[in-house]
C-alpha cells in the first residue's frame, strides 16, 4: 500500500516552454502533497507544501509564478515548471501524506521525475 | 530551526566490511521523528526506518541496524557484512512534532559505494 506515482518519469524540452508532472497517490488520499527539488548529488530541497483544494505553501526563494502547484484533487497534485530555463533542469520529486496513514508523520515518496531543459 | 549533519559525504568499503553512517540533528521540538532513507542510481526514495523521539531503543533489521541517542542527538545507521546492492546515496531526515504540514528536513546525503 501507499504507492505514489509521477509522470513523466524523464522529460526533455526547449527552453521557454512549460512542463508539467503529475503526482499521483494511487491507493490512499493524500490530504498533503510535497514537491522537492534535487540537483545532482546534493540533497533533497523542500520546494512546496500542498493541501487539496487550497494554495500551495512555499519556502522561501521559490518563485511561486515559476513553480505552478495545484492540489485539486485527494489523489493529484500538479507542478508545472513555466517557461523553463536550463537551469531549471533537475530530479523533481512528490511525497504524499495521508493524516491516518501517517500517524507516525511518514512520507510516502513517488520515483521522481528528471527534467532536462535544453 | 531544524537541521541535520551528515559529516561523512562519500564511504567506500569492499564488501563484507561493517559501514556506520552518521546523523546528528539539531531541532528545538521534543517531540520529532528521525528517518532514514535510501537512494538507488534509479533515483527513488526507499523507507529504511523511521524512530520517534520518545523511543530510543535501538533496532536492528537483518544487517542493519540504528542506535538512537538523545543525548548526543545522533542517529547512526549501520549496514553490517556490506554488499554491493547496498551502493547508494542514504539520507538521514528529520521531521518535527506531528502535523498535517509539518516538513522533512534532509541531511545532505553520504554515496556509499561498496566494492566487490
Known sequence: GAVVSQHPSRVICKSGTSVKIECRSLDFQATTMFWYRQFPKKSLMLMATSNEGSKATYEQGVEKDKFLINHASLTLSTLTVTSAHPEDSSFYICSAREWLLSSYNEQFFGPGTRLTVL | ?116
Not at chain 2, 28 to 44: C, I, M, V
Not at chain 2, 55 to 70: L, M, P
Open chain 2, 1 to 116: 530551526a531544524q537541521k541535520v549533519t551528515q559529516a561523512q559525504t562519500e564511504i567506500s568499503v569492499v564488501e563484507k566490511e561493517d559501514v556506520t553512517l552518521d546523523c546528528v540533528y539539531e531541532t528545538r521540538d521534543t517531540t520529532y521523528y528521525l528517518f532514514w532513507y535510501k537512494q538507488p542510481p534509479s533515483g527513488e526514495l526507499v523507507f529504511l526506518i523511521r524512530r520517534n523521539s520518545f523511543d530510543e531503543q535501538n533496532e536492528i533489521s537483518g544487517r542493519y541496524s540504528w542506535n538512537f541517542q538523545k543525548s548526543t542527538s545522533s542517529f547512526n545507521f549501520t549496514i553490517t557484512a556490506s554488499q554491493v546492492v547496498d551502493s547508494a546515496v542514504y539520507f538521514c531526515a528529520l521531521s518535527d512534532r506531528d502535523g498535517a504540514n509539518s516538513k522533512l528536513t534532509f541531511g545532505k546525503g553520504i554515496t556509499l559505494s561498496v566494492r566487490p
